[in-house]
């Protein structure tokens, strides 16, 4: 079982032998990948209706999200195996991973990439036009994301760009257009992921220098406390100004300064040489975004 899968999942427990390479390709017993493509949207979704005085985000919406984000998290963690096949064999944590372990052959994780995509563009139809053709642009950033870790220190920014596109489909899907909110959102989803994912990425930063990629964990060292503490207060400015440009409440600040707590103690507590701890860490990014969720779903209660 890979290091950093959770524990007595039910894919370990009671998957049919033939499923568990393919649900390991999708990291559905990594739950936490998911979450954090999800939160944007839902986030987006909740500030959409609080902007418009809906009493809550449309329930339909936040299902196709959740439907969604599995979908194309598990599609592009697949894709990103066929890529990184070669450098994943040789680092520790990852070199069990189905590919390089021969558990599936790069054909068979290619169909299975695009029965995933498939799923997402289903999901993806449902929705108006504008939402269909902007969710369709977040794909060129999907595609290239695998390289980046070659070719530049922060792949955590190209990360960012991907994972935070539903800040612009959450709001979209609800009013036809974009605007401030969502691109404040996008703004601030990005820092946030540049800070979760270098505490991710010091799992493997030795292995990584030792193979040649490049991460934010590497480039920072042993200043990542102070450079990620700088891009959570950036991501937090960020979503402040979309709350006051969506003309939202209380609620949603009070969420936010909530969440801002969760970010100190993240940084406060940080062992960059505990990998254990790292993934802790990272994994509770999930409770970061119901924190942050909550406080704009009162928000919409409030104003509805």
Not at 26 to 47: F, H, T
Not at 173 to 180: F, K, M, P, S, V
Not at 201 to 226: E, K, N, P
């Amino acid at each position: 079982m890979p290091a950093d899968a959770v524990r007595g999942h039910w894919v370990t427990r009671h998957a049919p032998d033939w499923l568990k390479p393919y649900a390991r390709l999708a990291r559905w017993d990594r739950p936490i990948g998911w979450w954090l493509l999800l939160w944007p949207c839902w986030w987006s979704a909740a500030l959409a209706a609080a902007h418009t005085g809906a009493p809550y985000p449309d329930p339909w919406h936040l299902l196709l999200f959740l439907i969604g984000a599995i979908a194309m998290r598990g599609a592009g963690c697949t894709y990103n195996d066929i890529i990184d096949r070669n450098i994943d064999a040789g680092v520790e944590r990852t070199k069990m991973r189905p590919i390089p372990s021969g558990a599936v052959t790069v054909k068979q994780a290619l169909a299975f990439a695009i029965l995933q995509s498939l799923i997402g563009l289903v999901v993806l139809l449902q929705f108006n036009l504008f939402t269909i053709i902007l969710g369709m642009c977040s794909l060129l950033v999907v595609a290239i994301y695998p390289f980046m870790k070659r070719v530049m220190s922060w792949p955590q920014l190209v990360l960012g760009f991907a994972f935070n596109w539903g800040a612009f489909v959450g709001w979209s899907a609800d009013l036809d257009r974009l605007g401030w909110p969502p691109l404040l959102l996008y703004l601030g989803g990005i820092a946030w992921t540049i800070g979760y994912d270098t505490i991710y990425a010091h799992q493997d930063r030795r292995d990584d220098a030792i193979i040649g990629v490049r991460s934010t964990a590497r480039l920072f060292d042993q200043h990542s406390h102070a450079g990620i503490t700088i891009f959570y207060a950036i991501a937090v400015i960020m979503w402040a100004a979309a709350f006051w440009f969506a003309g939202l409440h209380w609620p949603s600040y009070l969420g936010l300064a909530c969440a801002c707590g969760h970010m100190v103690w993240q940084v406060a507590t940080l062992d960059i040489d505990n990998g254990p701890w790292c993934l802790r860490l990272f994994r509770s990014n999930r409770d970061f975004g119901w924190i942050l969720f909550a406080g704009l779903v009162a928000d919409a209660m409030l104003a509805g």
